[in-house]
């Protein structure tokens, strides 16, 4: 079970295994932006700062070129983490609460 850190609110969610990133947000009442949720769009494009992922499906280079990639750039709806992560949102996003007694029971903050 990894431990997902959304900056730049810090907040911090247990993820389960094999569970992308989106998803923990979701299970845990929160979200940001996102669009297709199959990794087709690029919208819930976010900054890995720490830590490692995985594409739990393919991700096209379309979507999500090399050299972003290389930036550390991932898509939240495929990035499953292999350790503890530590994720920004980028500068036109924002993390939205959208159950508040889910978040409440299943995050905390930084």
């Not at 924002?94 to 007694?101: D, M």
């Amino acid at each position: 079970m990894a431990t997902i850190v959304l900056l730049p609110d810090e907040v911090v969610l247990d993820g389960r295994p094999g569970e992308a990133v989106l998803d923990t947000l979701r299970r845990t009442g929160w979200t940001h932006r996102f669009g297709c949720r199959r990794g087709g769009c690029g919208v819930c494009k976010v900054d890995l700062v720490e830590g490692s992922t995985h594409d739990a499906a393919l991700v096209s280079d379309a979507v999500l070129p090399p050299e972003e990639r290389a930036e550390g750039v991932r898509l939240s709806c495929r990035a499953v983490p292999d350790t503890d992560v530590v994720i920004r949102l980028r500068a036109d996003d924002s993390l939205r609460c959208t159950s508040p007694w889910l978040a409440g029971a299943s995050s905390r903050r930084g």
